[in-house]
């Protein structure tokens, strides 16, 4: 494997150097980068992987490194000068810097160029996503692309054998007879990993039956609250039967988020809705700690109801900040600068921004596989962050993850199962079409009127209030301003079909 991944790195940069770094002297691109590794002093004369950039693109990187910690502050600040960095991360791609500087007319607008698969094929994404990050129906930026959709269902596979399910989890027709069975396991055991984090659990149900991410769209193209879908009923009527049967915990309300994983490691919980990665994660906790040496956790796939159709709902919105080219670029020179970003998502500029060069910041095994350090263990913390720093806030990996893969830690490899997931997946997750807009009135009691349906939901489904206290208290969300958020968010929505 190890001369493979050599052989097409170097087919890749000789592609690259070929058809991208054709100039003579260099070109020269100021960028800003919050810097996780503030008290190491970054190398920025002859960074060697800094010369590998130039080497390949022909362009120069000329960094502005802005604490972490501050760099939001800093940020504002920059903003304000009167000559910009031409590359700035935006951690905040939905913030009131990031929304009002692009009305301000501070960035470029980057529609027509993410489209433009042709040219920039590495910049194509996710269309749920670029909306996600939309300003008014325009794109200003390249999304940092983070684990999409993410959430979904895992489950203890020994402990549902137990109980005579031995099946793959497709339909909702299976996953309420796993729970089912998993409920009546033990009397002090539970079927379904619930704590006070409510919202993802029930996030993941009520969409698993059709309702809206947060908001939906109707028949008629108007905006309404997802708690308004039968769909979102059926949801917590499902958590409602469950809990009913004694396989939720009935003080799930108040078991603090930190306690969610020794739960199941404990073994007095074996299904949980959340990311997808616990799984593996947990399925690694056990094998070290518990002597585990067979796969005992599985991540569901697909899951349909009785029509056929599949929806799931996105742990996040697919993204952590953004990439923003600002006016300091010219219209001449804005093609330039896509094409470099088009290159940092190639494989061989992901290497280099994510993880640098081999045996400088990055190591390889016998079987090729990436290792943090050398084989002998040394360790080469201090080196890499001198060289590579926190040069990885620049990476935006729209294509996947084209690294060379790291070596897996478990015995069993959970993790590329979850990985492929996270792709078949994508296709089935259900966007919030009011994300890119910004309703005033969310913005100054959403908390609070979002906690009267969250508060509503956790009533209902432990028996608490019946439908009819459940109706009650959507009707004081519409009351105390439910509606006027709906009614903000359908006129931005219109707004927006009109362009």
């Known amino acids: 494997m190890k001369k493979i991944v050599a052989l097409l790195l170097a087919l890749v940069m000789m ?3 070929m058809s991208f770094a054709s100039a003579e002297e260099p070109f020269v691109l100021t960028v800003m980068l919050p810097d996780f590794y503030p008290t190491v002093d970054f190398m920025a004369e002859d960074n060697p992987v800094l010369k590998a950039i130039e080497d390949a693109t022909g362009v120069r990187l000329d960094i502005t ?23 700035i991360v935006m951690t905040d791609a939905r913030g009131t810097t990031m929304v009002n500087n692009a009305r301000a007319g501070a960035f470029h607008d980057l529609t027509d160029y993410v489209a433009d698969t042709a040219t920039y094929p590495n910049l194509a994404g996710d269309a749920n996503i670029y909306n996600n990050i939309s300003i008014d129906g325009r794109i200003y930026g390249i999304y940092r692309t983070r684990a999409y959709p993410r959430a979904g269902i895992y489950y203890r596979t020994d402990i549902a054998k137990e109980v005579g399910f031995d099946k793959e989890v497709k339909t909702i027709d299976d996953l309420t007879e796993l729970a089912t069975k998993l409920a009546g396991y033990s009397d002090d055991t539970y079927a379904l990993n619930m704590c006070s984090y409510t919202a993802g659990t029930i996030n993941v149900i009520t969409v698993a039956f059709g309702a809206p991410n947060n908001w939906g769209i109707d028949e008629n193209g108007q905006i309404y609250p997802a708690h308004k879908s039968p769909a979102y009923l059926e949801g917590l009527n499902w958590l409602r039967n469950l809990y009913e049967i004694g396989g939720i915990d009935p003080n799930f309300a108040t078991i603090d988020s930190t306690q969610w994983d020794n739960i199941e490691r404990t073994n007095k919980a074996f299904m949980r809705f959340d990311c997808m990665d616990n799984g593996y994660r947990q399925q690694e906790w056990f094998e070290k700690n518990a002597g585990t040496t067979e796969q005992i956790f599985e991540i569901c796939g697909p899951i349909a109801k009785a029509d056929g159709s599949i929806t799931l709902w996105p742990q996040n919105a697919g993204f952590s900040g953004e990439v923003v080219v600002t006016k300091s670029v010219s219209e001449e020179n804005l093609p330039k600068v896509m094409k470099f970003l088009d290159w940092v998502n190639s494989a061989e500029g992901q290497m280099l921004v994510n993880w640098g060069l081999a045996d400088l910041t990055y190591w390889l095994d016998a079987d090729g596989f990436r290792m943090t350090t050398p084989a002998d263990g040394t360790d080469m913390s201090v080196q890499v962050q001198t060289i590579q720093h926190s040069l990885n806030q620049l990476g935006m990996n729209l294509p996947g993850d084209l690294c060379i893969p790291a070596k897996v830690s478990g015995i069993t490899d959970l993790r590329t199962r979850y990985n492929d997931l996270n792709k078949e997946l994508a296709q089935y997750a259900v966007a919030d079409p009011c994300y890119p807009f910004v309703s005033e009135t969310n913005v100054a009691f959403g908390t609070q009127l979002s906690t009267i349906i969250s508060d509503a939901a956790v009533q209902y489904i432990a028996g608490i209030i019946d439908l009819d206290g459940l109706q009650a208290a959507w009707q004081q969300w519409e009351d105390e301003g439910g509606a006027t958020i709906t009614a903000e968010y359908n006129a931005a929505y219109q707004a927006a079909q009109q362009k």
């Open 15 to 17: 592609l690259s150097v």
């Open 65 to 87: 490194w802005a604490a972490n910690s501050t760099y939001g502050d800093q940020l504002n600040t920059t903003l304000t000068d009167e000559v910009l960095p031409n590359i």
